[in-house]
């Protein structure tokens, strides 16, 4: 009001159109978090998947899981210097790599081009991080997917994210998953 002369705000709702993201949750026991990420990758066969963890030592384990199971991983956490971080996305966004790990430090401001699916290894307590997380994929005219692990200790934040939403979370079961890319 100092500097400007009748100014407005404009402000938008930072939710995505629930058509445009395919939103599906899954309970996991603790002990399963990082291998079930490798069977969602199997079978849902993203072209290009962010996979988000809560801390750089989760991020690190599944790099760590998914390579044994044979997946080319990249990291994106606070750690890496810019020139790494910019190398790193070089990479990602040319195909070499489809899997892309990250802490939230690539949530915001990241814009990925045709990014099939993001995976919320870890459910945030913010449920606002959750929506510009889950908004990496589905951007313009495309379609997104975004695959949800919670346990039990995370309903309550899964159900923070309900709230947020408005519309309640669509569960499904892990053991239904196969690795042929078929099913729901």
Same mark, same amino acid.
């Given at each position: 009001?100092?500097f400007?002369?009748?100014?407005?705000e404009?402000?938008?709702?930072?939710?995505?159109?629930?058509d445009?993201?395919?939103?599906?949750?899954?309970e996991?026991a603790?002990?399963?978090?990082?291998?079930?990420?490798?069977?969602?990758?199997?079978?849902?066969?993203? =072209?290009?998947?962010?996979?988000?963890?809560?801390?750089?030592?989760?991020?690190r384990?599944?790099?760590?899981?998914?390579?044994?199971?044979?997946f080319?991983?990249l990291?994106?956490?606070? =750690?890496?210097?810019q020139?790494?971080?910019?190398?790193?996305?070089?990479?990602?966004?040319?195909?070499?790599?489809?899997?892309l790990?990250?802490?939230d430090?690539?949530?915001?401001?990241?814009?990925?081009?045709?990014l099939a699916?993001?995976?919320?290894?870890?459910?945030?307590?913010?449920?606002?991080?959750?929506?510009?997380?889950?908004?990496?994929?589905?951007?313009?005219?495309?379609?997104?997917?975004?695959?949800?692990?919670?346990?039990?200790?995370?309903?309550?934040?899964?159900g923070?994210? =309900?709230?947020?939403?408005?519309?309640?979370?669509?569960?499904?079961?892990?053991?239904d998953?196969?690795?042929?890319?078929?099913?729901?």
């Open positions: 009001r100092q400007m002369r009748q100014p407005q404009i402000s938008l709702p930072e939710q995505h159109e629930a445009k993201i395919r939103q599906r949750f899954f996991v603790p002990d399963q978090r990082l291998a079930a990420v490798g069977l969602l990758l199997r079978h849902y066969r993203p =072209e290009s998947t962010l996979a988000f963890c809560n801390t750089k030592q989760q991020c384990d599944l790099i760590d899981v998914l390579h044994a199971q044979g080319h991983v990291a994106l956490h606070g =750690e890496l210097d020139r790494d971080r910019d190398q790193v996305m070089v990479q990602f966004a040319n195909r070499s790599c489809s899997v790990v990250a802490t430090v690539a949530a915001r401001g990241l814009d990925i081009a045709n699916a993001v995976i919320n290894v870890d459910v945030t307590p913010d449920p606002e991080v959750h929506i510009h997380r889950i908004g990496r994929t589905g951007r313009g005219d495309a379609e997104g997917l975004a695959l949800n692990l919670a346990s039990l200790d995370e309903m309550g934040s899964v923070k994210i =309900e709230q947020l939403q408005g519309r309640e979370s669509r569960w499904f079961p892990l053991v998953l196969t690795p042929t890319g078929s099913g729901p």
